[in-house]
């Protein structure tokens, strides 16, 4: 039983993170119809936009200290922060912090790049064919991730989680089980986190006017547009979005997994096999797909299924997608009439 | 034999033999001469050409063509390991394996089109990537790659030759082909002439045509009774075996494969290199096979040094801004410069560079008289 939860939550955290991608994804696909293979490369900035926070935030100020000595007999050099000693205490708390509140930067980041690229280029491409569409996004994929290389390195950078939550939570206790179920305290954040995005998304697209505008445009864009609606900027505002969310994924995600370039591109591959499998351009199924994929793999990692069928972690989710595929060739939740061929 | 192909293919056949088998001569200028890079262009371009019979006819663009250039290469050394160190054999199993394989993944992809055969082939290929990574490092050896070592038992050889001291290098009855020397080029050459030759046919004939016509509508084609399923099979499986085929080609000069070969970013590079020659021309994806192996040789070899040095005519202050921005380019960078050449390829010229020759050639003509020229329409914009 506490394996069973254990595995459970597990699989929740990495689907947050597949449904929020995913989401992202089938969007995009959705409302203006491209395929964006660069949509990894947002989730992968998202994450060097929390990195490039706490750089800024500990920019460190090198005083000498002659009361101290060194061992070596010289004045001590004491680093402090910059923010440290600009705001006392509250520095301090913004730079454990930095992760969290990085999303404030992220945001409109994430915001202007995602609407530079529908403008600069995307939208370009809705009249050619779809392979034209993967061909220049997995391009711009490829540049995205070397820019950032080059200023970032190659290796992982690990980013802390705020103090508080950076130790594990016995999840047993809370459920009332008794017996302990140690889960980091972070990916409880996490989850909550991109249940919160998902919720704010749909309630975004099923409440409100612009919303429900958008949803209409994805029926049909052309009666939408002849009621007299400018419905491709309203589009790109959409992809804009899109790209907030993959960018805010990628934000809580680094503490999780500390980000390095071609994470994007790792997440990518796994996403749209979370979109195919939830049908495209079907949020719902998107989002289901994701917390299910998710658990699936974290269940297929157990060692008492892993020694049954060895290596099955490693492949569970492919295998899935295409066993649905060829049962289901709409996915879980796909429309009718959606890419069917 | 000589059936169906004009003089202009003979042409295109023997120009384009000429001009592989002369490389060592011809590429002198450039630096691009020595075996070890020509092995690479004729190698790449059998991949690309088999890419193009898939993605050039048929218009089905697959993300995990590498998975087929992977099984090529476990196959070809394992054959190197068990068999014999003869580089036929080699072929030929690595070739049955990469069909078979093809077969397997074909059947499953291509009910589906479009964006979906995309993903589901790039679902395979990352599952073999993963596979060979863990469940079946008995196979593959993991992470180090499969390797040649002194205790394989080389059934064949061993009959007729007594194993001397150290690893042998494979050979084609006695000429080493491995280890960079000529003949190891022009084995691969050969291989390389022949496979166009092959695509060539395959282009011109029936079956050609059948395939261009389920790129161009494939429901018409239904709708007149017409079953596509096989001739999308027979497409897939042929430029699978291809794949397998470079992939031994590729055990053959250097003896040793790991899953790396398998990854979607090896996959994404056949792409690259048929976008950029030209998609659905004869020529284009081993001019576009060879122009990208010989920039990413030249490209990774620059440093800021190199650089400082070529810029040494530019005023200090200057200098050292070139070089910073120009070194973002080479080296390390040199992915960056791939991703935006391809950029640049697939928006402004989506024919590629055969397309690019095309026009320029085309524009000649109307200036040399006046409005004969437009009739030209042989190739096609991509897809």
Redesign the interface.
Same mark, same amino acid.
Request: with cysteine.
């Given at each position: 039983m506490d394996a069973i939860i254990l595995q459970i939550l597990n699989g929740l955290d990495k689907g947050g993170a597949y449904a929020l991608i995913a989401l992202g994804l089938t969007l995009v696909f959705g409302t203006l119809g491209v395929?964006n293979f660069a949509h990894g490369a947002l989730f992968m900035l998202g994450a060097f936009c929390a990195v490039t926070f706490n750089k800024l935030l500990t920019i460190e100020k090198v005083t000498v200290d002659p009361t101290q000595l060194t061992p070596w007999g010289t004045a001590a050099e004491i680093k402090t922060p910059l923010v440290e000693a600009w705001l006392g205490e509250f520095g301090k708390v913004l730079v454990n912090y930095s992760v969290p509140v990085s999303i404030i930067l992220a945001i409109p980041v994430m915001l202007i790049i995602g609407i530079v690229m529908e403008r600069g !280029?995307i939208r370009?491409f809705y009249k050619r064919?779809? $392979?034209?569409q993967?061909? /220049?996004t997995?391009?711009? $994929? *490829?540049?995205l991730q070397? *820019?950032v290389?080059?200023f970032y390195g190659a290796n992982p950078i690990p980013q802390a989680a705020p103090a508080p939550f950076a130790g594990t939570a016995q999840v047993g206790m809370l459920l009332g089980l008794g017996d302990a179920i140690p889960y980091p305290w972070w990916r409880l954040v996490y989850l909550g986190f991109s249940l919160a995005i998902i919720l704010a998304v749909f309630a975004f697209l099923q409440f409100t006017t612009y919303g429900m505008v958008v949803r209409a445009g994805m029926r049909d864009r052309e009666t939408v547009g002849l009621l007299g609606i400018d419905i491709e900027r309203r589009f790109t505002v959409v992809f804009g979005i899109a790209s907030v969310v993959a960018g805010l994924a990628g934000v809580m995600y680094t503490p999780i997994l500390p980000p390095d370039y071609h994470m994007g591109?790792d997440f990518l591959?796994l996403s749209? /096999?979370v979109v195919?499998v939830g049908g495209?351009g079907s949020l719902g199924g998107a989002v289901a797909a994701g917390f299910m994929l998710g658990i699936l793999q974290s269940f297929a990692s157990m060692n008492e299924i892993k020694s049954l069928i %060895?290596?099955i972690d490693? *492949?569970i989710i492919? !295998?899935v $997608?295409?066993i649905i !595929? !060829?049962t289901m %060739?709409r996915g879980l939740m796909g429309r009718r009439g959606v890419?069917e061929? | 034999m000589l059936g169906n192909l004009s003089k202009n293919d003979w042409i295109l056949v023997i120009g384009f033999s000429a001009v592989v088998l002369l490389a060592p001569i011809l590429f002198q200028p450039i630096g691009a001469a020595y075996p070890a890079i020509l092995e690479k262009f004729c190698i790449f371009g059998l991949f690309a050409i088999g890419f193009n019979i898939l993605f050039g006819l048929t218009g089905y663009l697959s993300f995990g063509h590498a998975a087929f250039l992977g099984v090529g290469s476990y196959a070809a050394v394992w054959s190197f390991k068990l068999l014999s160190m003869n580089v036929l054999p080699a072929i030929v199993l690595s070739m049955v394996f990469a069909g078979v394989f093809a077969l397997v993944i074909g059947f499953v992809s291509l009910r589906r089109s479009g964006i979906y055969f995309s993903i589901l082939t790039l679902a395979f290929a990352q599952m073999s990537y993963n596979m060979a990574y863990s469940v079946l490092t008995p196979l593959t050896n993991g992470e180090t790659g499969l390797q040649l070592s002194l205790k394989d038992p080389r059934v064949i050889d061993s009959l007729f030759v007594t194993a001397g001291d150290g690893l042998p290098r494979t050979s084609l009855f006695g000429v080493g082909i491995s280890g960079g020397g000529l003949p190891g080029f022009y084995f691969t050459a050969v291989v390389l002439i022949i496979g166009f030759y092959v695509a060539l046919r395959i282009f011109r004939s029936p079956f050609g045509l059948m395939l261009k016509a389920i790129k161009s509508n494939q429901n018409r084609m239904r709708y007149t009774g017409f079953n596509t399923r096989p001739y999308l099979m027979a497409a897939f499986v042929i430029s699978g075996v291809y794949a397998g085929l470079a992939g031994s080609l590729m055990a053959a000069v250097d003896p040793l494969a790991g899953p790396d070969r398998m990854q979607w970013t090896a996959s994404g590079e056949v792409v690259l290199m048929t976008i950029l020659g030209g998609v659905g021309t004869l020529v284009g994806p081993v001019i576009g096979a060879a122009v990208i192996k010989y920039f990413e040789n030249i490209f990774s070899a620059f440093n800021e040094n190199a650089l400082a040095n070529i810029f040494s005519f530019l005023p200090q202050g200057l200098r050292d801004g070139v070089v910073k921005i120009s070194s973002l380019f080479v080296g390390e960078g040199w992915s960056l410069t791939l991703g935006l050449v391809f950029m640049a390829i697939v928006i402004f010229l989506p024919g590629g560079i055969m397309e690019g020759i095309r026009l320029i050639v085309s524009r000649f003509k109307k200036r040399g008289n006046g409005n004969k020229s437009a009739v030209n329409g042989q190739a096609q914009p991509a897809e």
């Amino acid at each position: 039983m506490d394996a069973i939860i254990l595995q459970i939550l597990n699989g929740l955290d990495k689907g947050g993170a597949y449904a929020l991608i995913a989401l992202g994804l089938t969007l995009v696909f959705g409302t203006l119809g491209v395929v964006n293979f660069a949509h990894g490369a947002l989730f992968m900035l998202g994450a060097f936009c929390a990195v490039t926070f706490n750089k800024l935030l500990t920019i460190e100020k090198v005083t000498v200290d002659p009361t101290q000595l060194t061992p070596w007999g010289t004045a001590a050099e004491i680093k402090t922060p910059l923010v440290e000693a600009w705001l006392g205490e509250f520095g301090k708390v913004l730079v454990n912090y930095s992760v969290p509140v990085s999303i404030i930067l992220a945001i409109p980041v994430m915001l202007i790049i995602g609407i530079v690229m529908e403008r600069g !280029l995307i939208r370009h491409f809705y009249k050619r064919p779809h $392979a034209d569409q993967i061909l /220049v996004t997995f391009g711009l $994929a *490829i540049v995205l991730q070397e *820019i950032v290389k080059h200023f970032y390195g190659a290796n992982p950078i690990p980013q802390a989680a705020p103090a508080p939550f950076a130790g594990t939570a016995q999840v047993g206790m809370l459920l009332g089980l008794g017996d302990a179920i140690p889960y980091p305290w972070w990916r409880l954040v996490y989850l909550g986190f991109s249940l919160a995005i998902i919720l704010a998304v749909f309630a975004f697209l099923q409440f409100t006017t612009y919303g429900m505008v958008v949803r209409a445009g994805m029926r049909d864009r052309e009666t939408v547009g002849l009621l007299g609606i400018d419905i491709e900027r309203r589009f790109t505002v959409v992809f804009g979005i899109a790209s907030v969310v993959a960018g805010l994924a990628g934000v809580m995600y680094t503490p999780i997994l500390p980000p390095d370039y071609h994470m994007g591109m790792d997440f990518l591959v796994l996403s749209f /096999v979370v979109v195919v499998v939830g049908g495209m351009g079907s949020l719902g199924g998107a989002v289901a797909a994701g917390f299910m994929l998710g658990i699936l793999q974290s269940f297929a990692s157990m060692n008492e299924i892993k020694s049954l069928i %060895p290596g099955i972690d490693q *492949i569970i989710i492919y !295998l899935v $997608a295409v066993i649905i !595929l !060829l049962t289901m %060739p709409r996915g879980l939740m796909g429309r009718r009439g959606v890419m069917e061929e | 034999m000589l059936g169906n192909l004009s003089k202009n293919d003979w042409i295109l056949v023997i120009g384009f033999s000429a001009v592989v088998l002369l490389a060592p001569i011809l590429f002198q200028p450039i630096g691009a001469a020595y075996p070890a890079i020509l092995e690479k262009f004729c190698i790449f371009g059998l991949f690309a050409i088999g890419f193009n019979i898939l993605f050039g006819l048929t218009g089905y663009l697959s993300f995990g063509h590498a998975a087929f250039l992977g099984v090529g290469s476990y196959a070809a050394v394992w054959s190197f390991k068990l068999l014999s160190m003869n580089v036929l054999p080699a072929i030929v199993l690595s070739m049955v394996f990469a069909g078979v394989f093809a077969l397997v993944i074909g059947f499953v992809s291509l009910r589906r089109s479009g964006i979906y055969f995309s993903i589901l082939t790039l679902a395979f290929a990352q599952m073999s990537y993963n596979m060979a990574y863990s469940v079946l490092t008995p196979l593959t050896n993991g992470e180090t790659g499969l390797q040649l070592s002194l205790k394989d038992p080389r059934v064949i050889d061993s009959l007729f030759v007594t194993a001397g001291d150290g690893l042998p290098r494979t050979s084609l009855f006695g000429v080493g082909i491995s280890g960079g020397g000529l003949p190891g080029f022009y084995f691969t050459a050969v291989v390389l002439i022949i496979g166009f030759y092959v695509a060539l046919r395959i282009f011109r004939s029936p079956f050609g045509l059948m395939l261009k016509a389920i790129k161009s509508n494939q429901n018409r084609m239904r709708y007149t009774g017409f079953n596509t399923r096989p001739y999308l099979m027979a497409a897939f499986v042929i430029s699978g075996v291809y794949a397998g085929l470079a992939g031994s080609l590729m055990a053959a000069v250097d003896p040793l494969a790991g899953p790396d070969r398998m990854q979607w970013t090896a996959s994404g590079e056949v792409v690259l290199m048929t976008i950029l020659g030209g998609v659905g021309t004869l020529v284009g994806p081993v001019i576009g096979a060879a122009v990208i192996k010989y920039f990413e040789n030249i490209f990774s070899a620059f440093n800021e040094n190199a650089l400082a040095n070529i810029f040494s005519f530019l005023p200090q202050g200057l200098r050292d801004g070139v070089v910073k921005i120009s070194s973002l380019f080479v080296g390390e960078g040199w992915s960056l410069t791939l991703g935006l050449v391809f950029m640049a390829i697939v928006i402004f010229l989506p024919g590629g560079i055969m397309e690019g020759i095309r026009l320029i050639v085309s524009r000649f003509k109307k200036r040399g008289n006046g409005n004969k020229s437009a009739v030209n329409g042989q190739a096609q914009p991509a897809e």
